[in-house]
Protein backbone atom coordinates (compact mmCIF):
# COMPACT_ATOMS: atom_id res chain seq x y z
CA UNK A 1 0.00 0.00 0.00
CA UNK A 2 2.80 2.89 0.75
CA UNK A 3 4.78 1.13 -2.14
CA UNK A 4 1.53 1.88 -4.70
CA UNK A 5 0.40 5.45 -2.69
CA UNK A 6 4.69 6.27 -3.20
CA UNK A 7 3.95 5.24 -6.90
CA UNK A 8 1.31 7.83 -7.14
CA UNK A 9 2.44 10.67 -5.36
CA UNK A 10 5.93 10.37 -7.63
CA UNK A 11 3.55 10.47 -10.68
CA UNK A 12 1.78 13.57 -9.15
CA UNK A 13 4.45 15.37 -9.09
CA UNK A 14 5.82 14.20 -12.56
CA UNK A 15 2.27 15.45 -14.17
CA UNK A 16 2.42 18.46 -12.32
CA UNK A 17 6.47 18.92 -13.65
CA UNK A 18 5.54 18.34 -17.28
CA UNK A 19 2.22 20.37 -16.75
CA UNK A 20 4.65 23.49 -15.59
CA UNK A 21 7.11 22.73 -18.44
CA UNK A 22 4.79 22.80 -21.21
CA UNK A 23 2.67 25.85 -19.91
CA UNK A 24 6.60 27.36 -19.52
CA UNK A 25 7.34 26.51 -23.01
CA UNK A 26 4.02 27.74 -24.30
CA UNK A 27 4.41 31.06 -22.74
CA UNK A 28 8.04 31.18 -24.23
CA UNK A 29 6.88 30.88 -27.51
CA UNK A 30 4.29 33.29 -27.01
CA UNK A 31 6.59 35.59 -25.64
CA UNK A 32 9.13 34.75 -29.18
CA UNK A 33 6.30 35.26 -31.34
CA UNK A 34 5.39 38.56 -29.86
CA UNK A 35 8.88 39.78 -30.08
CA UNK A 36 9.28 38.52 -33.63
CA UNK A 37 6.49 40.69 -34.19
CA UNK A 38 7.41 43.80 -32.61
CA UNK A 39 10.85 43.57 -34.12
CA UNK A 40 9.09 43.09 -37.62
CA UNK A 41 6.81 46.51 -37.01
CA UNK A 42 10.07 47.65 -35.80
CA UNK A 43 12.02 47.26 -39.30
CA UNK A 44 9.07 48.19 -41.05
CA UNK A 45 8.95 51.61 -39.10
CA UNK A 46 12.67 51.84 -39.63
CA UNK A 47 12.13 51.25 -43.79
CA UNK A 48 9.28 54.01 -43.88
CA UNK A 49 11.11 56.55 -42.04
CA UNK A 50 13.87 55.87 -44.44
CA UNK A 51 11.91 56.18 -47.29
CA UNK A 52 10.52 59.59 -46.00
CA UNK A 53 13.84 60.86 -45.75
CA UNK A 54 15.12 59.86 -48.84
CA UNK A 55 12.18 61.86 -50.63
CA UNK A 56 12.97 64.85 -48.22
CA UNK A 57 16.37 65.03 -49.53
CA UNK A 58 15.27 64.64 -53.18
CA UNK A 59 12.97 67.23 -52.62
CA UNK A 60 15.49 69.48 -51.63
CA UNK A 61 17.81 68.95 -54.34
CA UNK A 62 15.56 68.09 -57.13
CA UNK A 63 13.77 71.76 -58.66
CA UNK A 64 10.73 70.00 -59.48
CA UNK A 65 9.88 70.03 -56.31
CA UNK A 66 11.21 73.61 -55.65
CA UNK A 67 8.77 74.85 -58.37
CA UNK A 68 5.15 75.56 -58.08
CA UNK A 69 3.35 76.83 -61.18
CA UNK A 70 0.47 78.87 -61.20
CA UNK A 71 -2.07 79.88 -63.42
CA UNK A 72 -4.28 83.19 -63.84
CA UNK A 73 -7.50 83.76 -66.29
CA UNK A 74 -9.11 87.00 -66.54
CA UNK A 75 -11.22 88.78 -68.97
CA UNK A 76 -10.68 92.71 -69.61
CA UNK A 77 -12.40 95.21 -70.99
CA UNK A 78 -10.52 97.83 -72.85
CA UNK A 79 -11.34 101.65 -73.41
CA UNK A 80 -9.50 103.75 -75.23
CA UNK A 81 -9.32 107.20 -77.43
CA UNK A 82 -9.22 105.21 -80.55
CA UNK A 83 -10.90 101.64 -79.87
CA UNK A 84 -12.53 100.09 -77.52
CA UNK A 85 -11.81 96.06 -77.06
CA UNK A 86 -12.29 92.75 -74.96
CA UNK A 87 -9.55 90.91 -73.97
CA UNK A 88 -8.98 87.21 -73.07
CA UNK A 89 -5.97 86.69 -70.74
CA UNK A 90 -4.00 83.77 -69.42
CA UNK A 91 -0.90 84.45 -67.06
CA UNK A 92 0.90 81.40 -66.32
CA UNK A 93 4.18 81.91 -63.41
CA UNK A 94 6.12 80.20 -61.12
CA UNK A 95 5.45 80.84 -57.44
CA UNK A 96 8.42 82.08 -55.34
CA UNK A 97 9.41 84.17 -52.67
CA UNK A 98 11.13 86.71 -55.12
CA UNK A 99 10.09 90.00 -55.04
CA UNK A 100 8.78 90.15 -58.07
CA UNK A 101 7.00 87.52 -60.15
CA UNK A 102 7.31 87.39 -63.84
CA UNK A 103 4.51 85.30 -65.33
CA UNK A 104 4.37 84.51 -69.34
CA UNK A 105 0.89 86.06 -70.89
CA UNK A 106 -1.39 85.50 -73.77
CA UNK A 107 -3.66 88.10 -74.71
CA UNK A 108 -6.48 87.05 -77.47
CA UNK A 109 -8.27 90.87 -78.08
CA UNK A 110 -11.21 92.34 -80.83
CA UNK A 111 -12.42 95.34 -81.40
CA UNK A 112 -15.05 96.58 -83.56
CA UNK A 113 -16.06 99.56 -81.83
CA UNK A 114 -13.66 102.81 -82.49
CA UNK A 115 -14.06 106.29 -82.04
CA UNK A 116 -14.14 107.71 -85.87
CA UNK A 117 -12.41 111.51 -85.28
CA UNK A 118 -9.18 109.34 -84.09
CA UNK A 119 -8.96 107.69 -87.16
CA UNK A 120 -7.22 108.66 -89.98
CA UNK A 121 -9.21 109.67 -93.20
CA UNK A 122 -10.07 107.33 -96.57
CA UNK A 123 -11.22 104.08 -94.57
CA UNK A 124 -14.51 102.58 -93.18
CA UNK A 125 -15.80 99.16 -91.54
CA UNK A 126 -12.80 99.13 -89.62
CA UNK A 127 -12.30 95.89 -87.05
CA UNK A 128 -8.87 94.31 -85.79
CA UNK A 129 -7.90 91.10 -84.27
CA UNK A 130 -5.26 91.04 -81.74
CA UNK A 131 -3.18 88.51 -79.76
CA UNK A 132 -0.65 90.17 -77.12
CA UNK A 133 2.39 87.81 -76.30
CA UNK A 134 4.61 89.30 -73.64
CA UNK A 135 5.51 89.37 -69.67
CA UNK A 136 3.56 90.84 -66.86
CA UNK A 137 5.71 91.10 -63.68
CA UNK A 138 3.92 91.42 -60.46
CA UNK A 139 4.88 93.58 -57.26
CA UNK A 140 3.70 92.91 -53.54
CA UNK A 141 2.49 96.29 -52.12
CA UNK A 142 0.71 95.43 -49.55
CA UNK A 143 -1.98 92.54 -48.39
CA UNK A 144 -3.07 90.78 -51.51
CA UNK A 145 -2.65 94.06 -53.84
CA UNK A 146 0.03 93.53 -56.09
CA UNK A 147 1.55 96.55 -58.67
CA UNK A 148 1.79 94.56 -62.71
CA UNK A 149 3.94 96.09 -64.81
CA UNK A 150 4.13 94.42 -68.24
CA UNK A 151 5.11 94.48 -72.08
CA UNK A 152 3.35 92.85 -74.81
CA UNK A 153 4.26 92.45 -78.86
CA UNK A 154 0.89 92.26 -80.77
CA UNK A 155 0.36 90.60 -83.42
CA UNK A 156 -2.62 90.04 -85.53
CA UNK A 157 -4.51 91.93 -88.35
CA UNK A 158 -7.36 94.57 -89.46
CA UNK A 159 -10.10 94.79 -92.00
CA UNK A 160 -11.20 97.79 -93.61
CA UNK A 161 -12.67 99.44 -96.59
CA UNK A 162 -11.35 102.58 -98.40
CA UNK A 163 -14.04 104.90 -98.82
CA UNK A 164 -13.13 106.26 -102.35
CA UNK A 165 -13.48 102.31 -103.48
CA UNK A 166 -15.79 101.86 -106.00
CA UNK A 167 -15.50 97.88 -105.67
CA UNK A 168 -16.06 98.54 -102.02
CA UNK A 169 -13.58 95.83 -101.20
CA UNK A 170 -12.82 94.21 -97.94
CA UNK A 171 -9.10 94.61 -97.67
CA UNK A 172 -6.70 92.82 -94.60
CA UNK A 173 -3.56 94.16 -93.60
CA UNK A 174 -1.45 92.51 -91.15
CA UNK A 175 -0.14 94.05 -87.79
CA UNK A 176 2.57 94.64 -85.67
CA UNK A 177 3.49 96.69 -82.67
CA UNK A 178 4.34 97.42 -78.87
CA UNK A 179 2.12 97.31 -75.92
CA UNK A 180 2.83 98.30 -72.69
CA UNK A 181 0.67 98.43 -69.34
CA UNK A 182 0.76 99.33 -65.41
CA UNK A 183 -2.01 98.53 -63.37
CA UNK A 184 -3.41 97.64 -59.52
CA UNK A 185 -4.03 93.86 -59.26
CA UNK A 186 -6.12 92.49 -56.43
CA UNK A 187 -4.97 88.49 -56.49
CA UNK A 188 -6.96 86.37 -53.64
CA UNK A 189 -4.41 84.50 -51.31
CA UNK A 190 -6.54 81.11 -51.80
CA UNK A 191 -5.58 78.59 -54.32
CA UNK A 192 -8.09 78.77 -56.17
CA UNK A 193 -9.95 82.79 -56.27
CA UNK A 194 -10.55 85.89 -57.54
CA UNK A 195 -8.57 88.68 -59.95
CA UNK A 196 -9.49 92.06 -60.02
CA UNK A 197 -7.21 94.69 -62.23
CA UNK A 198 -7.46 98.13 -63.05
CA UNK A 199 -4.91 99.86 -64.99
CA UNK A 200 -3.31 101.62 -67.86
CA UNK A 201 -2.19 100.90 -70.95
CA UNK A 202 -0.23 102.22 -74.46
CA UNK A 203 0.31 100.81 -77.79
CA UNK A 204 2.40 101.82 -80.56
CA UNK A 205 0.82 99.47 -83.93
CA UNK A 206 1.45 99.62 -87.02
CA UNK A 207 -2.28 99.97 -88.23
CA UNK A 208 -3.52 101.66 -91.63
CA UNK A 209 -5.99 103.57 -89.35
CA UNK A 210 -4.37 104.74 -86.05
CA UNK A 211 -0.67 104.69 -84.78
CA UNK A 212 -1.06 105.38 -81.35
CA UNK A 213 -3.33 104.74 -78.85
CA UNK A 214 -4.14 104.59 -74.79
CA UNK A 215 -6.58 104.55 -72.36
CA UNK A 216 -7.91 102.42 -69.02
CA UNK A 217 -8.63 98.73 -68.99
CA UNK A 218 -10.77 96.74 -66.17
CA UNK A 219 -10.06 93.13 -65.10
CA UNK A 220 -11.86 89.91 -63.85
CA UNK A 221 -10.90 86.75 -63.44
CA UNK A 222 -10.14 83.77 -61.43
CA UNK A 223 -6.53 82.34 -60.17
CA UNK A 224 -6.12 78.33 -60.02
Known amino acids: MRKFLFLFILLCNACAVFAQFSLDTLEANKYLKLKEEQERQARMQDSIRKAQLEEKQL ?7 KLHWGNMLTVKQSAGFMENSYNLSYYGYFITKDVWTLPISIKISSSKSYNASYMNSGYKDWSQSLTYL ?3 AFRNIKDNFYLSLAGYVPLGWEHYRLTDDLTDKRHLHLLAGIDTEE ?3 YISPDKVGLVLGFGFYQRLISSKVYTLDSGFSLEVGVKF
Open 183 to 185: RIL
Open 59 to 65: MASDIRY
Open 134 to 136: GIS
